[in-house]
Nanobody, 120 residues
Framework: QVQLVESGGGLVQTGASLRLSCAAS???????MGWFRQAPGKEREFVAAISWAVGVTAYSDVVKDRFTIARNNAKTTLYLHMNSLKPEARAVYYC??????????????WGQGTQVTVSS
């Protein structure tokens, strides 16, 4: 059974950095994992993803120069390193996983989300 538990969200100032974590269980090579976000009043959008086996990555154009997705060597935790945060990054960030999707989705498994707020 796939379980995803996010942590690391919070309130930061514009320009700050933040690292989100996702503790993953039930994930094996062959899965893709990633991050989506949903801002108030907007639809969920793709942020970044990584292939669990070989580490191929994909990013949305909006974040690709400032965010980095990574996993630990034990392949138990997914990270999203966010630098130079802007107020428009305010959203609930979701960890996602699937064994039958492309890097950009669709994803069947979702965590509960973690709130990120960036003050101007």
């Amino acid at each position: 059974q796939v379980q995803l538990v996010e942590s690391g969200g919070g309130l930061v100032q514009t320009g700050a950095s933040l690292r989100l974590s996702c503790a993953a269980s039930g994930i094996f090579d062959g899965y893709n994992m990633g991050w989506f976000r949903q801002a108030p009043g907007k639809e969920r959008e793709f942020v970044a993803a990584i292939s669990w086996a070989v580490g191929v990555t994909a990013y949305s154009d909006v974040v690709k120069d400032r965010f980095t997705i990574a996993r630990n060597n034990a392949k138990t935790t997914l990270y999203l390193h966010m630098n130079s945060l802007k107020p428009e990054a305010r959203a609930v960030y979701y960890c996602v996983a699937d064994s039958a999707s492309g890097l950009r989705g669709p994803y069947r498994y979702w965590g509960q989300g973690t709130q990120v707020t960036v003050s101007s």
